[in-house]
């Protein structure tokens, strides 16, 4: 199906991907990086799903989330009558479970179930038995680790599925429940499916009830900040770029690469956003995990690592999933987690800074953290670096990295100056004029008024529009209005921005891909900030429509196939169309600070 087709619900430990079609295509347990026991979405369901749907032909669905929940509802209308699933993984005592219930509405609906279970990623048949013990039981499947039992109506072999065909009629409640545990343990007693939906949607509705979202937009920002939430993971706080691997940025090429992994700059930004609407709790759980993660020696310090703060992320090609309509190679693992990337740090310590804005206090370690990192940046920021976009090509001196340099001295001394920490402020400050001579010197281009997107050319890239963002300008500087004009001159695509020029060959790989769904909407602020408010709007309503209909985002949009592209839901695509959102609300327009 397309990408869009396809709807989240999440535990905050992990999460699965439902279809229209009602089968589940696409989950990893018990977290987002395990391997996967349904892989359909990268290949055919040889690869594993469960399906949960209406026999009839004619059957037709319409679907939402239960109000600011994860809980997913699917309504299913057939000539017959209706029904209604509902999708879930429970809140409270994590257990890995995934509660799927059906609920007659009118007349008498048959439906039909088919569980494929494909342990590591589709390369491991289970072992499949009856629960002991009385009826009803359960269907227990065991390979290696794992171990799952899936309780509800009798599921009967059918050559390597399962199957269960069932009748609801009007007023009467089938309920289906899948859990996850360490195949050496007792499976764990059954969920009770009504306190675990009471549970969960109270949860959630708690959560999302801590943020007063008004203006424009706030539905989809309410249910951004939803999505961003279900991407953190309870225990650790790792945040998740994305909750897939390997949906393609250009179908049927090679750019298909694992997000289930958290990435400082990611994850520092979702912070951001999260802060400015009220989440203050996030910022020490992420502190935390990233005190553990790049604990030890700074120059040892990654641009990604696991949900626990995991380093070794060794990037693998697997034959077991074919990928998604074709895309391979499927990768698991990122190579990208060895790179130098220089900005990192910057975002990093402007999520911070923006931490202590907030009134949140450094804790024991905290500014020790910060100020190992920033020791780090003051012997390496002069290297070239592969920047944002990872590239694989040959490392550049990227100026949206030196850039981020800036701001990661700039938030250093500041800390010094406004808040009394301790630290070689005027080092700092020395850096960061160094920092910004070198941008301004080698990182702009006279000839066409514009920052570019390396030292030495005149080419421009997307994340230029970051700029204003950090402080590093006002978004009305005739050199930022200079390089919106070259973006726009250069990277536009029927209305959208490119990342950059993959032509170029950069980044080392074949060209082509779509236009970046968080640089339309970094677009969006900039037009804002800079007093274009109606091409702000015009473009914000555009992207707007490039939702699922459940409000979901994922990495690209093919506008021509009108239709999403690349991993989802994406925290970068939605981190950033919330803050597009607050600068079009905003009487200031994001002024640097």
């Given at each position: 199906m397309p990408i869009e087709d396809y709807a989240l619900i999440s535990d905050c430990y992990t999460g699965a991907l439902v279809g229209r079609d009602g089968s589940i295509d696409w989950l990893c347990l018990p977290r987002y990086d395990s391997a996967s026991m349904f892989g359909a979405i990268l290949g055919t369901e040889e690869q594993g799903r469960w399906l949960l749907a209406p026999t009839h032909a004619r059957a037709e669905s319409t679907r939402r989330y239960d109000g600011d929940s994860m809980i997913l509802i699917t309504n299913w209308v057939t000539p017959d009558g209706e029904v209604e699933v509902v999708d879930l993984m429970p809140q409270g005592d994590h257990r890995a479970d995934v509660i799927r219930r059906v609920r007659g509405i009118r007349g008498r609906v048959e439906m039909h179930e088919e569980l494929r279970i494909r342990f590591g990623y589709a390369d491991a048949l289970p072992w499949v038995r009856k629960e002991k013990g009385d009826a009803p039981r359960g269907l227990l499947a065991v390979s290696g680790p794992d171990a799952i039992i899936v309780r509800g109506p009798e599921l009967k072999a059918d050559g390597r599925k399962h199957v269960a065909d069932f009748t609801v009629e009007e007023g009467e409640t089938v309920d289906i429940r899948l859990t996850w545990f360490a195949s050496h343990k007792e499976p764990p007693p059954p969920l009770s499916v009504d306190d675990a939906i009471t549970t969960t949607r109270q949860?959630?509705?708690?959560?999302?009830?801590?943020?007063?979202?008004?203006?424009?937009?706030?539905?989809?920002?309410?249910?951004?900040l939803v999505l961003l939430r279900a991407l953190t993971h309870n225990e650790t706080g790792g945040i998740v770029a994305a909750a897939t691997t390997s949906l393609p940025e250009s179908f049927g090429g090679p750019r298909n690469w694992d997000y289930r992994y958290v990435w400082l700059r990611d994850a520092s930004l979702t912070i951001s956003v999260l802060l400015s609407h009220g989440y203050h709790d996030v910022v020490n759980h992420w502190r935390q995990w990233m005190l553990r993660a790049v604990a030890g020696d700074p120059h040892d310090v990654q641009i990604m690592y696991g949900l626990s703060g995991e380093r070794d992320l060794l990037e693998r090609e697997l034959t077991s999933l074919p990928g998604y309509q074709g895309s391979s190679p499927v990768r698991v693992?990122?190579?990208?987690?060895?790179?130098?990337?220089?900005?990192?740090?910057?975002?990093?310590?402007?999520?911070?800074?923006?931490?202590?804005?907030?009134?949140?206090?450094?804790?024991?370690?905290?500014?020790?953290?910060?100020?190992?990192?920033?020791?780090?940046?003051?012997?390496?920021?002069?290297?070239?670096?592969?920047?944002?976009?990872?590239?694989?090509?040959?490392?550049?001196?990227?100026?949206?990295?030196?850039?981020?340099?800036?701001?990661?001295?700039?938030?250093?001394?500041?800390?010094?100056?406004?808040?009394?920490?301790?630290?070689?402020?005027?080092?700092?400050?020395?850096?960061?004029?160094?920092?910004?001579?070198?941008?301004?010197?080698?990182?702009?281009?006279?000839?066409?008024?514009?920052?570019?997107?390396?030292?030495?050319?005149?080419?421009?890239?997307?994340?230029?529009?970051?700029?204003?963002?950090?402080?590093?300008?006002?978004?009305?500087?005739?050199?930022?209005?200079?390089?919106?004009?070259?973006?726009?001159?250069?990277?536009?695509?029927?209305?959208?921005?490119?990342?950059?020029?993959?032509?170029?060959?950069?980044?080392?790989?074949?060209?082509g891909e779509h236009p970046f769904l968080a640089c339309a909407f970094w677009l969006v602020e900039q037009y804002a900030g800079s007093g274009r408010v109606a091409d702000a709007r015009a473009l914000m309503d555009r992207l707007m429509s490039f939702a699922n209909d459940v409000g979901m985002f994922s990495e690209e949009y093919d506008v021509e196939g009108k239709r999403q592209v690349g991993n989802t839901p994406q925290a970068l695509s939605h981190l950033a169309m919330v803050r597009a959102a607050d600068a079009i609300n905003s009487g200031n327009h994001n002024r640097p600070r």
């Open positions: 949860w959630w509705s708690d959560w999302a009830a801590r943020t007063h979202q008004s203006g424009d937009y706030s539905e989809q920002v309410i249910r951004s693992g990122n190579a990208a987690a060895k790179q130098f990337q220089a900005d990192v740090i910057g975002e990093t310590m402007v999520a911070l800074h923006e931490a202590r804005r907030a009134g949140i206090k450094e804790t024991e370690f905290s500014w020790s953290l910060q100020r190992a990192l920033v020791g780090f940046l003051e012997t390496e920021w002069e290297k070239p670096d592969q920047g944002i976009w990872e590239i694989r090509g040959e490392p550049r001196h990227f100026t949206h990295s030196r850039v981020m340099v800036w701001a990661a001295f700039d938030r250093a001394a500041r800390a010094v100056r406004e808040y009394g920490l301790k630290g070689p402020v005027e080092k700092w400050e020395e850096l960061r004029e160094k920092a910004r001579q070198s941008v301004e010197e080698k990182g702009f281009s006279t000839k066409r008024n514009s920052y570019t997107q390396y030292f030495g050319t005149t080419q421009v890239d997307a994340s230029l529009l970051q700029l204003p963002q950090v402080g590093y300008c006002a978004p009305d500087d005739p050199r930022m209005l200079g390089t919106v004009a070259a973006i726009e001159e250069d990277l536009i695509r029927d209305g959208l921005p490119l990342r950059y020029l993959t032509e170029k060959n950069i980044d080392g790989l074949p060209p």
